[in-house]
């Protein structure tokens, strides 16, 4: 497709179970990011993902929290024993080469952990 | 922390007139960006200004950068209900890889 896509687009999960999030990029973009966004709030950085380099994994909240990138194209951001504090909306971007360049956001997926 | 802050958190005006929305930042950037955030087509780049330019437009957007006051607006002239959203500035903290997010502005756009 043209723009970046997210799947699910909801995921409704109990606490304790494990979900993961995909993410397909625009192709051709080498740097692929994680973000999180509760409601009303600005977006905090999960992972950073740059070609063939190792992630920046900084962001992530926990251990609980992991995000592998394939080919370097998809990526799936994997969140073990979840707990009722991951509800959010999780957004994936893709840009050319590193954060100074624009970033192209996909629609996020909406996370509930009830 | 967030390393950009907006004000106000929000702002409603009447539809035609100017929106004014600031950002702050606690470090040196390489570069600050902003973005409009809508239910209808998600979290959009709007400009980009570098740390080296003061002034930049695009469109009915103006967007100023004080390095000094570690500070940037981000200008509407001729607002349109269809600019109801949320604005985010965000930077890259002068590291030149992850951005960093403020809370952002909502504005609201009455007709």
């Known amino acids: 497709g043209a723009g970046v896509s997210q799947s699910p687009s909801n995921k409704v999960t109990e606490k304790g179970k494990d979900v993961e999030l995909r993410c397909d990029p625009i192709s051709g973009h080498t740097a692929l990011y994680w973000y999180r966004q509760s409601l009303g709030q600005g977006l905090e950085f999960l992972i950073y993902f740059q070609g063939n380099s190792a992630p920046d994994k900084s962001g992530l909240p926990s251990d609980r929290f992991s995000a592998e990138r394939t080919g370097g194209s998809v990526s799936t951001l994997t969140i073990q024993r979840t707990q009722q504090e991951d509800s959010a909306v999780y957004l994936c971007?893709?840009?050319?080469?590193?954060?100074?360049?624009?970033?192209?956001f996909g629609p996020g997926t909406r996370l509930t952990v009830l | 922390s967030q390393q950009g802050e907006e004000d106000p958190q929000a702002l409603s005006i009447q539809e035609g007139e100017n929106a004014t929305m600031n950002c702050s930042y606690k470090?040196?950037?390489?570069?600050l960006q902003w973005y409009r955030q809508n239910s209808g087509r998600g979290l959009v780049h709007l400009i980009l200004i570098r740390s080296n330019e003061r002034e930049k437009h695009s469109g009915r957007l103006r967007v100023t950068l004080d390095t000094s006051k570690k500070s940037s607006s981000l200008l509407i002239t001729a607002s349109r209900a269809a600019d109801t959203a949320s604005y985010f500035c965000a930077t890259d903290g002068g590291s030149n890889y992850q951005l960093i997010w403020g809370a952002g502005t909502k504005l609201i756009i009455k007709p």
């Open positions: 971007a893709s840009s050319l080469e590193g954060p100074t360049n624009e970033q192209f």
């Open positions: 470090t040196s950037i390489n570069n």
